[in-house]
């Protein structure tokens, strides 16, 4: 470790190389029915097991943001969407996996018909004003956010 560009960081003697450490990039899915009900999952799997988010996840290498929000949703959820529509962009600090940068998007859901896939123990539709309060404050600050900008309450 040496100081570069005002921080600590790993250095490779050998190599003259510097391991500069980064967020991990990741999708957060807001969408609802055509009720009005936001879609939400119960995780099986830690950070926060047995309660109640946002589906997504990890952006894997060779995909885009877009292409992992396809993919999450069908894998979690069973649910095919079009129109994904950027909704904003901010970095959990210190998290379970290190620091985690979110990508919010709204899409369309084609169908309702959930079913529990995928790092998820149930799937369900909310009442914005009867649903649980989510794990992770991301999540609510992205779902508070995407409610007054599309004046959905």
């Not at 950070?47 to 949703?73: N, Q, Y």
Request: a negative charge.
């Amino acid at each position: 470790m040496i100081e570069i560009e005002g921080r600590r960081r790993s250095f490779c003697n050998n190599c003259d190389l510097v391991l500069y450490e980064n967020p991990i990039p990741s999708v957060a899915i807001l969408s609802m029915n055509d009720k009005k009900e936001i879609l939400l999952v119960r995780r099986s799997v830690e950070p926060g097991k047995g309660k109640w988010s946002l589906p997504g996840g990890f952006i894997e290498m060779g995909e885009t943001p877009i292409e992992a929000v396809v993919r999450e949703l069908y894998e979690e959820t069973g649910l095919q969407c079009k129109n994904p529509e950027l909704v904003n962009v901010d970095t959990h600090l210190n998290g379970f996996y290190g620091d985690v940068l979110l990508i919010a998007y709204s899409v369309e859901l084609e169908k309702y018909n959930v079913t529990s896939g995928d790092d998820v123990s149930e799937v369900r539709f909310f009442n914005l004003s009867k649903r649980p309060e989510l794990v992770f404050q991301i999540h609510e600050d992205f779902l508070l956010y995407w409610v007054k900008e599309k004046s959905l309450n």
